[in-house]
């Protein structure tokens, strides 16, 4: 029995989770549950899976559902942030499933790294603020890192017997081929999409995922955050990862070995089977998910992304070369832009020139330590921020 700490237990990835753990009784504890606010999610949770400790970081809420569970209950609930970097550091924990949205993700994930953990990593944005640091805790920890983002766990999967942090090149990687749906507007005209409405960037045609992750699909910034995710995950440089749009989303991404081989992962598009695989790993066992039947998906198409119409994708690969604090502040601004975009304060087509706009005005530096990261963090924060009221 192998205990696990599910973080961001009440959102997509929560619930993919929770899918592939009840499936498993015999093979997993869950030991904590952690999200934000969401109590009667963490509710029902509480009562079907009776997890000795859940955490709301927000001591409100955490009340809440203290109150809504009742005296003499199997689950203890603590409240603040700081409060998952001690939980995932507990000797009860064996796995620690990263599944907290945006930067929000990041302590509790390196706190994971740092004691050597299994740690299942979809909380992408943390790699991509603070990759350097990332990679060292986890070498220094001991930990084994498992992406569990569809496209950088089939990569993973793509390279038997390896190591997350050792340079893939010398496993006679070439290339990386990053495949990404195109979002839901692929094919919409730049100044329809520029006017776009957060329901209709968030309606995905493939995937089922929380807001954030849907607008960062939409713009392609997710491709671009997935690029950077990629290069610290499997060492290699911007320029030997490509992005290739292939509409049905079901190879989810390959490898191109020196030898001319491509070696790909095919899956239905179902976030359990990159969840499953890395709970199992080096196993295998069920995800719940239906088996692909290549009879009903009878033709794959690939092509190269527009780079005019998504911008973004660009950007990242800008700050990815630039390398230091840049890809921080990337995050950063991006976090504040879709905010923005889902309040309605700004439009869909300006998410990109925030982002741009960011990057320009703040220089980047080199990513010493964890203070310098949240410093240029919040400095983008501030900076993106002022950028969106300008365009309000
Ligand atoms: N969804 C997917 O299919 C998918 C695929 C690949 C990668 N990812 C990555 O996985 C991560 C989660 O995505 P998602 O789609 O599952 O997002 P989501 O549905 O919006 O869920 C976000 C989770 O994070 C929690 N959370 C947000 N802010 C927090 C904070 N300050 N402190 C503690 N918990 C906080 C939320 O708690 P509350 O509900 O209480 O607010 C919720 O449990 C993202 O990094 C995303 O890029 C997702």
């Not at 990759?131 to 089939?154: H, W």
């Not at 942090?165 to 999409?193: I, K, W």
């Not at 290739?244 to 070995?257: A, F, I, K, R, T």
Request: glycine share 8%.
């Amino acid at each position: 029995m192998r205990g696990v700490a599910l973080l961001g237990a009440t959102g997509s990835i929560g619930d993919s989770t929770l899918s592939v753990l009840e499936l498993h009784p015999d093979r997993y504890r869950l030991e904590v549950v952690a999200a934000r606010r969401n109590v009667p999610r963490m509710l029902e949770i509480c009562r079907q899976f009776r997890p000795p400790l859940a955490v709301l970081t927000e001591p409100a809420a955490a009340a809440e559902l203290r109150a809504a569970l009742g005296a003499g209950q199997a689950t203890r609930v603590l409240d603040g942030h700081q409060v998952l970097e001690q939980v995932v550091r507990a000797a009860e924990v064996d796995v620690v499933v990263a599944g907290i949205v945006g930067a929000a993700g990041l302590a509790s994930s390196l706190a994971a790294a740092q004691a050597g953990k299994t740690l299942l990593l979809a909380n992408k944005e943390a790699l991509v603020m603070a990759g350097a640091l990332f990679m060292d805790a986890v070498r220094q920890g001991g930990a084994t890192l498992i992406p569990i983002d569809s496209e950088t766990n089939a990569m993973f999967q793509c390279l038997p017997g390896y190591r997350c942090g050792e340079p893939a090149a010398e496993r006679g990687v070439r290339r990386l081929l990053l495949t990404a749906s195109g979002g839901p507007f692929l094919r919409t005209p730049v100044a329809d999409m520029a006017r776009a409405t957060p329901d209709q960037a968030c309606a995905h045609p493939r995937w089922v995922m929380g807001r954030k992750i849907s607008v960062d699909s939409a713009t392609l910034m997710n491709k671009g955050l997935e690029v950077i995710e990629s290069a610290w995950l499997f060492g290699l440089p911007g320029n030997a990862i490509e992005v290739v749009v292939h509409p049905q989303s079901v190879v989810h991404s390959l490898v191109e070995y020196c030898d001319g081989s491509l070696l790909a992962q095919l899956a239905s598009p179902d976030m359990r089977v990159p969840i499953a695989h890395a709970l199992a790993w080096p196993e295998r066992q069920a995800s719940g998910a239906t088996a692909l039947n290549l009879f009903d998906v009878a033709r794959l198409d690939f092509e190269p992304p527009d780079r005019a119409h998504f911008p973004c994708l660009d950007l990242a690969y800008r700050a990815l070369g630039t390398g230091g604090t840049a890809c921080a502040i990337l995050n950063a601004a991006n976090e504040i832009a879709v905010q923005a975009f889902l309040e309605g304060q700004l439009a869909f087509g300006s998410i990109a020139e925030v982002v741009g706009a960011s990057l320009d005005a703040l220089p980047a530096v080199p990513a010493e330590n964890l203070e310098t990261v949240l410093a240029a963090d919040a400095a983008a924060r501030r900076i993106a921020t002022s950028q969106v009221q300008s365009r309000c």
